[in-house]
């Protein structure tokens, strides 16, 4: 055998390595594709960021150089296509609105859906309109277009921010897919008050949790690049306080200090300006005597100033012309001018912009520079969008059919449900349920109810298209389990025709009729287990849908106390949009299970818990209390100089409830237990500028794996301004196997312990932290360290 030479053989060698390491980098980015097929992440250099920048810098100039005051003006126009959502009905008929659109005097349009309509309204700007300049199309797509998510209150009881991300990139796939360039979501208001309608639209009670999942929702919206077919221009709203409306009604007026503005309502907003979300949405309250939407501190000062962010403000419906209502301006003109001062760039639906600008401007009451500052702000958006390269670009009606609802969708749609549900209650582990159960009663008027888990904000949901609990059960039981379903109770009286829109006909609720729970609890008497759906219709929670009582309407409360009389292995699923008063079905039910409204796929997810598929892992993003008289209830609250003590029940508390919640904020069981020790910090003392590190011991101590979110919280115990009793500033979410104990790292820096001090900036002020890290707001495991000057 010929034998090889040497530098053959290290020629080979080179090239095999060579060979290998082209083979290991190839698999690589191609795993990272497949991560995230849909948006490859660009790296850039600062540089080449600047240099984009400029460039379209320069090609809005190049537009704004064009336009004449009526299309500057026309930019910052915004008319809704369909019938009238979330507001009285728009004054102007559509004549008007079509007159406009074909003057190129309309910038945007909302609620005008389908590739068809889209094509369609876009083709009128192109063909008649001078200058061509694109519409951008918005529409409320607040958890889902088609395919549905859990309303965000409970998706972001998952505390899982990748799948928060995935859901909110679906639902802007599909809008995309059909159309549409911008959702005016997330809604990123801190809301402690479960009469609101619309704390079903948020990430609950906490600032530092609605600034973690508002990020997710903006990432998963927006991708790394608004030209992506697949992305659509994220909003964050309601700047700001919307959440804290006086007494829980909507719309009301909002008492905040200065100081609580800026550390409790304003950093989930900040830290949507740092993700780069394209838009702001304005709200509908007044803050301290000034209307959120005229907001000069707020909008200019603030987000455009300080924080330098660089995109655009949409006014909330009308809420320009609606200053006059306040009493905060004369008449229209004065509200456009107290408006655009402020900095407000877009009039949805006011009218006010398209007849007052002109006038101001010549009476020197705005300036052409706020103006030619608000256009070039859209029209950035419009060029990121790459509406002024092919206008019809997300008009696609092949994308249309085949990349909506499809069952990929579904199916994280039934992931994201399943780690939304949190098990509030598991008496003598009546959960998960034996696969070789006998009988199960589906009871209750929720219980095949296909509709009410769609939630509120449904965008193109199909009318009855959930899965309900119902049709999850059967789908999962074994086939010798009997199942018996009596409905019970109907919850509500129909006052519109099904599928019909319910927004603004009021609910009826049944207190009468009582002739099915005879039946009800026959099906109870026979089954091993009764599985009992109550809580709220979809039609509850929402915009404009305040309650002052969070009980049970209706003969809910009736059926439960009479199918439990007869069988006591009651589960209760909730199905609701907002914190609930739960103190009858926790003293009679052994076992309850927090399922909101939880989408498409609702009955399946549901299942999937039932049956122990899926270990429950979520955690409640907002306190329930023990009755609707502790409301606002959060856990971060403020000490008080006489702070609650059971044995002065005088102190800061009440005479007939308990202060704290019943299921307080963090809060969620699992299957197994899981045991926290060994807490502990790198250091005991830093300096103001300092960071330190906290670790704990969480394990696994059940027989079954389960995920844990593992939750810091800190209290600085001394400030120039009083600080809440406990603060969250880290979680984590991890899995972990029977037995296996796992090692949590957090990072404690500036950011995290900083706050917004006496000086009107943002500080770390020396003095004594304590920290506490556990599996809900209402942990013990606690340690402490120093800051020094
Ligand atoms: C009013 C709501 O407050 C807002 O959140 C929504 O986006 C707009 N209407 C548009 O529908």
Not at 201 to 225: H, P, S, W, Y
Not at 704 to 709: L, T
Request: contains cysteine; negative net charge; glycine residues 8%.
């Amino acid at each position: 055998m010929r034998r090889l030479s040497p530098s053959f053989f290290y020629k080979f060698v080179i090239l095999f390595f060579i060979g290998i390491i082209i083979l290991v980098v190839s698999n690589t980015l191609r795993a990272q594709e497949k991560q995230n097929p849909d948006q490859q992440l660009q790296y850039k250099s600062d540089h080449s960021a600047d240099i984009e920048n400029t460039i379209l810098n320069e090609k809005v100039d190049s537009v704004l150089a064009l336009m004449k005051i009526n299309e500057k003006i026309g930019q910052l126009v915004q008319y809704s296509g369909g019938w009238d959502v979330t507001g009285p009905s728009s004054s102007k008929g559509d004549q008007h609105k079509l007159d406009k659109l074909k003057k190129g005097e309309v910038g945007s349009m909302l609620n005008v859906t389908s590739v068809a309509s889209i094509r369609e309204t876009q083709r009128i700007v192109m063909e008649h309109s001078r200058l061509k300049i694109p519409l951008i199309f918005a529409y409320d797509v607040i958890h889902g277009y088609k395919t549905i998510f859990p309303i965000p209150l409970g998706e972001s009881a998952s505390w899982d921010l990748d799948m928060i991300g995935q859901s909110a990139y679906i639902a802007a796939k599909e809008s995309a897919a059909s159309g549409l360039n911008w959702t005016f979501a997330p809604m990123i208001d801190v809301s402690r008050d479960a009469r609101w309608g619309r704390v079903m639209e948020g990430a609950g009670e906490d600032t530092f949790l609605n600034a973690e999942i508002g990020v997710a929702r903006i990432k998963g919206f927006q991708g790394n690049n608004l030209a992506n077919v697949n992305t659509i221009a994220a909003c964050a709203k309601h700047f700001a306080g919307y959440g804290f409306g006086e007494a829980g009604r909507d719309y009301n007026t909002v008492h905040i200090g200065e100081y609580e503005l800026h550390n409790t309502i304003l950093p989930p907003f900040k830290a949507a300006a740092d993700a780069g979300v394209a838009t702001f949405m304005n709200s509908f309250n007044d803050i301290d005597g000034i209307p959120a939407t005229g907001h000069k501190v707020l909008q200019r000062d603030v987000l455009k100033g300080k924080w330098n962010w660089d995109g655009f403000i949409v006014s909330d419906w009308g809420s320009i012309g609606e200053m006059v209502a306040h009493g905060y301006a004369l008449d229209k003109e004065h509200a456009a001018e107290i408006a655009m001062n402020a900095g407000s760039d877009m009039d949805m639906e006011s009218y006010a912009y398209e007849a007052a600008l002109e006038t101001l401007l010549d009476e020197n009451k705005v300036t052409i520079a706020q103006i030619d500052d608000a256009v070039k702000r859209v029209l950035k958006l419009k060029f990121e969008l790459g509406l002024f390269d092919d206008p019809y670009r997300y008009c696609d009606e092949e994308r249309e059919r085949t990349q909506v609802y499809t069952p990929e969708h579904l199916y994280v749609s039934r992931n994201v449900a399943k780690k939304s549900i949190v098990l509030l209650k598991n008496e003598n582990e009546l959960l998960p349920l034996s696969k070789t159960i006998n009988s199960i009663a589906v009871i209750g008027p929720l219980a095949d109810d296909k509709n009410s888990p769609l939630g509120n904000w449904r965008a193109k949901a199909e009318y009855n298209s959930a899965i309900s609990l119902l049709e999850g059960v059967k789908a999962s039981a074994d086939k010798n389990t009997t199942i018996y379903y009596e409905k019970g109770i109907d919850l509500t009286i129909p006052t519109v025709e099904p599928g019909q829109n319910q927004f603004l006909h009021p609910l009826q609720f049944n207190t009468t009729d009582r002739s099915g729970i005879e039946k009800a609890v026959k099906a109870a008497k026979k089954a091993d287990v009764v599985l009992l759906a109550i809580g709220e219709d979809a039609y509850q929670t929402g915009e404009g849908r305040s309650q002052t009582d969070i009980g049970f309407k209706g003969l809910q409360i009736e059926l439960l106390e009479a199918v439990q009389a007869v069988n006591p292995n009651v589960v209760v699923v909730l199905m609701n949009g907002r914190p609930m008063d739960l103190s009858r079905p926790t003293e009679l039910a052994p076992a309850i299970l927090e399922c909101w409204h939880l989408g498409s796929q609702s009955g399946y997810a549901i299942a999937d818990v039932l049956f122990g598929r899926y270990n429950p892992s979520g955690k409640l993003p907002v306190s329930f209390p023990h009755n609707v008289g502790q409301e606002p209830l959060y856990y971060n609250q403020k000490n008080t100089g006489r702070p609650y003590n059971p044995k002065h029940v005088t102190f800061s508390g009440y005479r007939d409830a308990p202060k704290t919640a019943l299921y307080p904020f963090g809060f969620g069981l699992s299957y197994t237990t899981f045991e926290y020790s060994n807490l502990k910090t790198s250091k005991t003392e830093i300096n103001t500028d300092g960071s330190l590190l906290v670790t704990v011991d969480v394990k696994n101590t059940g027989d079954v794996m389960g995920e844990e979110v593992v939750q810091l919280y800190i209290r600085d115990l001394v400030g120039s301004l009083t600080r809440p009793i406990k603060e969250l500033k880290g979680f984590q979410k991890i899995q972990l196997e029977p037995g296996e104990t796992k090692t949590v790292t957090f990072l404690l820096d500036k950011e995290r312990l900083q706050f917004y001090t006496i000086n009107k900036t943002w500080e770390v002020e020396p003095g004594q932290f304590n920290i506490w890290v556990g599996g809900s707001s209402e942990a013990s495991l606690k340690t402490s360290f120093t800051v020094v000057e």
